[in-house]
């Protein structure tokens, strides 16, 4: 561990990426403080945050909600920085997509106010998505930072996912445009799905789906058609290493590997061959999304270096799920 390089606000922090935000920070030297939405019954587990190496001494968790942006003052008073991780998730649309964008939106920027009245906060890292920048059936093979979602398109849709991705794209603008206006430093991070093994009790969503063919979850598969991904670590490294360097400013995609579902069905048959696969044969005639790549080359570009392969996301992930029961 390095010496207290100051104190951090996490939010989200029983998240799947937050988590290991949190471990990670705590390796570096910060003192961090995350917050938790309420749990009036005390139901929710926790102690995997508190047992963390450092948590004792530099971890403190505070309750915050994100439909009341005032709530989050206390936690990012006299912070250095502040990784703004929590989303509001809404996949199976039980309530209406503006409702949840307004959630979002109003509170990133009540987060953003209270850096701003801080006084301490020299930086913001904003967790976004790759929804915000992957056009459905895009004719471009590769895609980058220049490259926004299309709202309008996204609401004429009723497919999987589309109140998430117009949610995140509208936040993310509204953060950057708040951060130019008040010359706030906010830098994005744009992760497609992240993979890799997991901290926290519950079953992270993009793992599960990244693991369909695998779980036999048939409903998800043609989300995989075409899909790229992060591992945990890596995308945890880039919120990490864009936080301390200053230089770096606007949004940053994060992802390493793509592959389609047929090359991730030969590719898991044989690295695991006790589970039951379909095979690519069987997946040919699927129908769904193509989704175009994403370039990293920005990120790339300042120094940062991924770490791990697409065997270790499945590696980590699988090995994870075993571990806990999910597989």
Not at 85 to 98: H, I, L, N, Q
Not at 290 to 297: D, E, I, K, T, Y
Request: net charge negative; glycine share 8%.
């Amino acid at each position: 561990m390095e010496g207290n390089k100051g104190t951090v606000c996490v939010t989200g922090g029983t998240g799947f990426i937050a988590s290991w935000l949190i471990m990670r920070l705590l390796e570096h030297g910060y003192s961090v403080r995350t917050t938790v939405r309420p749990d009036p019954d005390g139901r929710r587990d926790i102690s995997f945050l508190k047992n963390l190496p450092g948590a004792s001494e530099r971890l403190r968790i505070l309750t915050a909600d994100l439909s009341d942006p005032e709530s989050f003052d206390p936690a990012i008073q006299d912070c250095v920085g502040v990784f703004h991780v929590a989303t509001p998730v809404d996949f199976e649309d039980r309530e209406p997509e503006p409702v949840v964008t307004k959630r979002s939106i109003d509170g990133a920027l009540g987060i953003l106010r209270a850096c701003l009245n801080s006084k301490t906060v020299k930086r913001v890292v904003y967790t976004s998505s790759a929804s915000a920048v992957q056009l459905y059936n895009s004719r471009a093979e590769i895609l980058d930072e220049d490259s926004w979602s299309d709202v309008k398109s996204l609401r004429e849709m009723t497919r999987f996912g589309a109140s998430y991705a117009i949610s995140k794209t509208l936040t993310e603008k509204a953060v950057l445009e708040f951060g130019e206006r008040h010359g706030l430093e906010v830098v994005t991070v744009v992760p497609p799905f992240v993979l890799g093994p997991f901290i926290c009790p519950k079953f992270p969503g993009s793992v599960r789906t990244s693991l369909a063919l695998v779980l036999g979850n048939e409903n998800e598969y043609p989300i995989l058609l075409d899909i790229s991904f992060v591992h945990v670590d890596d995308v945890v490294r880039a919120h990490i290493f864009l936080f301390e360097h200053p230089d770096f400013k606007g949004r940053y995609i994060c992802s390493s590997a793509r592959m389609t579902i047929e090359e991730m069905s030969k590719f898991l048959s044989e690295r695991y061959p006790e589970c039951q696969m379909p095979s690519p044969e069987s997946l040919k005639e699927l129908k769904g999304p193509r989704f175009a790549g994403l370039s990293s080359r920005k990120l790339l570009d300042t120094g940062f270096e991924f770490k791990y392969g697409i065997e270790d996301m499945f590696d980590g992930a699988i090995q994870c799920c075993k571990e806990k029961g999910y597989l």
